[in-house]
């Protein structure tokens, strides 16, 4: 069982940064890819980005590359994601998912954070 916390969002003006943090609390993390998700209201979940279990490999969605970095310490049991030049449409609740390999889609994580609220004003 992997139980994960995200914290970090917040209100923030467009072209401001955010950082989110998602702690996990297992002792096998280094076990797990990573990813984060977003659901806007009224819109599927969606892909934001992805890590492999060592950190080596990343993946974007094409909405957030260039802005965005995940990142994680697995000495820590932490997975990040910064946010630059963030936009209105980046407004979404910001979950982290753990799975047994890099994937993209939701089916395929197993775990899940109850999520963080980010709201970009215009």
């Known amino acids: 069982q992997v139980q994960l916390v995200e914290s970090g969002g917040g209100l923030v003006q467009a072209g401001g940064s955010l950082r989110l943090s998602c702690a996990a609390s297992?002792?096998?993390?280094?076990?797990?890819?990573m990813g984060w998700f977003r659901q806007a209201p009224g819109k599927e979940r969606e892909f934001v980005a992805a890590?492999?279990?060592?950190?080596?490999?990343?993946y974007y969605a094409d909405s957030v590359k260039g802005r965005f970095t995940i990142s994680r310490d697995n000495a820590k049991n932490m997975v990040y994601l910064q946010m630059n030049s963030l936009k209105p449409d980046d407004t979404a609740v910001y979950s982290c998912?753990?799975?047994?390999?890099?994937?993209?889609?939701?089916?395929?994580?197993?775990?899940w954070g109850q999520g963080t609220q980010v709201t970009v004003s215009s």
């Open positions: 998912a753990a799975a047994p390999a890099l994937e993209l889609v939701p089916g395929a994580y197993d775990y």
């Open positions: 297992t002792r096998t993390f280094r076990s797990y890819a």
């Open positions: 890590i492999n279990r060592s950190g080596g490999n990343t």
